[in-house]
């Protein structure tokens, strides 16, 4: 199963899932990340969510940004957005019903109703990359658990 993560400009919260959700899931699980714009492309991830991710044994400083591409949307699985807006422009790209129906935004997805947004924490102290951190990991510990039992499912 392949599995796309969506933020911004991809150095901060979806570097962070993606090296998260990987340490969670099976090599059986190809996890990568995108962001909506370009301006940071080649760029490995912010120091402050490098950092953040080192301190729980997480290594995204070999992550490299770039933009989604239209070929992503039906190469990948599941796609998952970090905010609305997010939500918003990977829709306004999609072309077809099955592309539309692989777009989540990630802590709906996750059984988070309250709060369906992950804070960027780029403009904020080391205090929020490690908030995002915790917010992202507790919705990883469910989304890896429904992915795990998705590909079991579609064994059978």
Not at 42 to 54: H, L, S, W, Y
Request: proline share 3%.
């Amino acid at each position: 199963m392949k599995i796309l993560i969506v933020c911004l400009g991809n150095i901060c919260r979806s570097p962070l899932t993606e090296g998260i959700l990987k340490s969670k899931l099976s090599e059986n699980f190809f996890v990568d990340s995108v962001g909506t714009i370009s301006m940071h492309e080649g760029e490995t991830p912010d120091k402050r969510a490098v950092q953040t991710a080192a301190n729980h044994g997480i290594d995204i400083s070999k992550q490299k940004s770039r933009p989604i591409r239209i070929s992503d949307l039906d190469y990948f699985d599941k796609i998952y957005c970090m905010d609305l807006k997010n939500y918003e422009d990977v829709i306004s790209m999609t072309q077809s019903e099955e592309q539309r129906q692989k777009v989540r935004l990630f802590l709906e997805e996750a059984g988070n109703h309250q709060n369906i947004e992950v804070p960027d924490p780029y403009w904020g102290e080391m205090s929020d990359f490690e908030n995002v951190f915790q917010l992202l990991d507790n919705a990883c510990n469910k989304i890896s658990h429904q992915l795990q039992q998705q590909a079991i499912s579609n064994k059978i």
